[in-house]
């Protein structure tokens, strides 16, 4: 697992808007990066709307937002589109992102095991070092939960 203090790894792939997405082409904006285990299901649906609901926040304070699963573009899709997301969302089919930022782990689904995404966050700074992480994030209130911590930043 990487801590905070440390550079975040770069990566570069596809995002749901159909173009590259490289960590490095986004240096002065602090970045979300938040893992989720999977499109369309009771958590991630959560945590991605209540993201979707504050991006306005997010966008007067510069912030971008990024999902990123194991899911695939139409997968994707379908998310964005039901949900009327409006943030990108990350193709990592390859667990390629996964492994760098050390979020996979083996669940046991029905006596098979699979490889799996943790519900974890990255908070960057506008030079790609990590601000904050959260792991083992409760989706409820996460979105704001980040507003909250950096408004604290900004006061210290």
Known sequence: MLLEGEKAPNFELMGSGGSLINLDNLKGSIVVLYFYPKDDTPGCTIEACEFRDMKEIYDQTGIKIF???????????????????????????????????????????????????????????????????????????????????????KKS
């Open 67 to 153: 999902g990123v699963s194991a899911d695939d573009f139409d997968s994707h899709q379908n998310f964005i589109n039901k949900f009327n997301l409006n943030f990108e969302l990350i193709i990592d089919e390859n667990y390629e992102i996964s492994q760098k930022y050390g979020v996979l782990y083996e669940k046991n689904d029905n006596g098979n095991s699979k490889l799996s995404i943790k519900r974890v966050t990255y908070l960057l700074d506008e030079n790609g070092i990590i601000m904050k992480i959260w792991k083992d994030v409760d989706p409820n209130g996460h979105a704001e939960e980040i507003i909250n911590f950096l408004e604290t930043v």
